[in-house]
């Protein structure tokens, strides 16, 4: 899911579309990593070397999840 933020409804856009198949303007561009980004690194360190830094705390995460918080990622 993508959030979008406009500044104003232009005529024929509705809810972040438009009716014309055109793009929406955006009032920014992500300049930094996204959370989807960061969680993705995440899964991809577990998936290659069965170990990553936790999102959460910054522990240890394991495939079987994190020894000093808790959290997980399935």
């Known amino acids: 899911m993508t959030a979008i933020a406009v500044?104003?409804?232009a005529p024929g856009v509705?809810?972040?579309?438009?009716?014309?198949g055109g793009a929406t303007k955006r009032l920014f561009e992500p300049s930094e990593v996204t959370l989807e980004d960061s969680i993705?690194?995440?899964w991809e360190?577990?998936?290659a070397h069965g170990r990553a830094e936790c999102p959460v705390c910054h522990g240890e995460l394991e495939r079987g999840g994190c020894a000093t918080c808790g959290s997980s990622l399935s």
Do not use: I, P, S, Y
């Not at 509705?14 to 014309?20: D, L, P, S």
């Open 7 to 9: 500044k104003t409804a």
């Open 40 to 42: 993705l690194g995440v």
């Open 45 to 47: 360190a577990l998936e």
């Open 14 to 20: 509705t809810a972040g579309r438009t009716h014309g």
